[in-house]
């Protein structure tokens, strides 16, 4: 598992660039920083206190990022955000300081829904909410908007909660805004006729 963890990270070294990796290194130390929290470092799977073949290492997303996809989001879903897989905490900050009015964080791991916890009361962000579960198993609420997976999971997780969104879709005949980030699964999107595959993925009520 640990080596997995690493290829994935120096794939992404390797894509990105030396020289824009040092660029995010410093951009995520200052937002920490400036906060006084702690989302930076990576948290390996063998290190958190579960073993699970269906998830990742814990990274942090970059700042610049975030915000340049959340440029691109209509007034309509600026409203309940939904982190799958929300780590340290990192996306809920930047969501709430962003400008989304109800935020919610699906964590499975212990360890890292305690940190992000933690992140989250030093800020005093009281309408974050934090919750440590399966994503599988998180009912979403009925005024669900924006949901953002950063390749939290593997792809068989990711296709039962992809399942899961999309009963709700039918059920309640609602439009959502589905963020995939750094989509290594975009086939099990395609095999849900979810055609467009990039950092914004909306589903309308015709699906």
């Given at each position: 598992?640990?080596?997995?963890?690493?290829?994935?990270?120096?794939?992404?070294?390797?894509?990105?660039?030396f020289?824009?990796?040092?660029?995010?290194?410093?951009?995520?130390k200052?937002f920490?920083?400036?906060?006084?929290i702690?989302?930076?470092s990576?948290?390996?799977?063998n290190?958190?206190d579960?073993?699970?073949?269906?998830s990742?290492?814990?990274?942090?997303?970059?700042?610049?990022?975030?915000?340049?996809?959340?440029?691109k989001?209509?007034s309509?879903?600026?409203?309940?955000?939904?982190?799958?897989?929300?780590?340290?905490?990192?996306?809920?900050?930047?969501?709430?300081?962003f400008?989304?009015?109800?935020?919610?964080?699906?964590?499975?791991?212990?360890?890292l829904?305690?940190?992000?916890?933690?992140?989250?009361?030093?800020?005093?962000y009281?309408?974050i909410?934090v919750?440590?579960?399966?994503?599988?198993?998180?009912?979403?609420?009925?005024?669900?908007k924006?949901?953002?997976?950063?390749?939290?999971?593997?792809?068989?997780?990711?296709?039962?909660?992809?399942?899961?969104i999309?009963?709700?879709?039918?059920?309640?005949?609602?439009?959502?805004?589905?963020?995939?980030v750094?989509?290594?699964?975009?086939?099990?999107?395609?095999?849900?006729?979810?055609?467009?595959?990039?950092?914004?993925?909306?589903?309308?009520?015709?699906?």
């Amino acid at each position: 598992m640990i080596t997995r963890d690493i290829k994935r990270y120096l794939k992404k070294l390797f894509n990105i660039g030396f020289l824009n990796t040092i660029r995010q290194v410093y951009n995520n130390k200052r937002f920490d920083k400036v906060r006084e929290i702690d989302t930076m470092s990576v948290v390996y799977n063998n290190r958190m206190d579960y073993f699970n073949k269906d998830s990742y290492m814990y990274m942090t997303i970059e700042e610049n990022l975030f915000l340049a996809i959340c440029q691109k989001i209509g007034s309509e879903f600026k409203t309940h955000f939904i982190d799958y897989g929300s780590g340290k905490g990192k996306v809920l900050i930047m969501a709430k300081e962003f400008g989304f009015k109800q935020v919610v964080g699906i964590e499975l791991s212990e360890f890292l829904f305690k940190v992000s916890k933690n992140n989250v009361n030093k800020l005093n962000y009281s309408d974050i909410t934090v919750l440590n579960k399966d994503a599988r198993l998180y009912d979403l609420p009925i005024n669900a908007k924006t949901l953002f997976l950063y390749n939290p999971f593997s792809g068989v997780v990711l296709d039962a909660v992809l399942s899961q969104i999309l009963d709700y879709h039918k059920i309640h005949n609602q439009k959502l805004l589905l963020i995939y980030v750094n989509p290594m699964y975009s086939e099990i999107f395609e095999a849900r006729k979810i055609k467009k595959i990039d950092e914004l993925t909306y589903l309308d009520n015709k699906a």
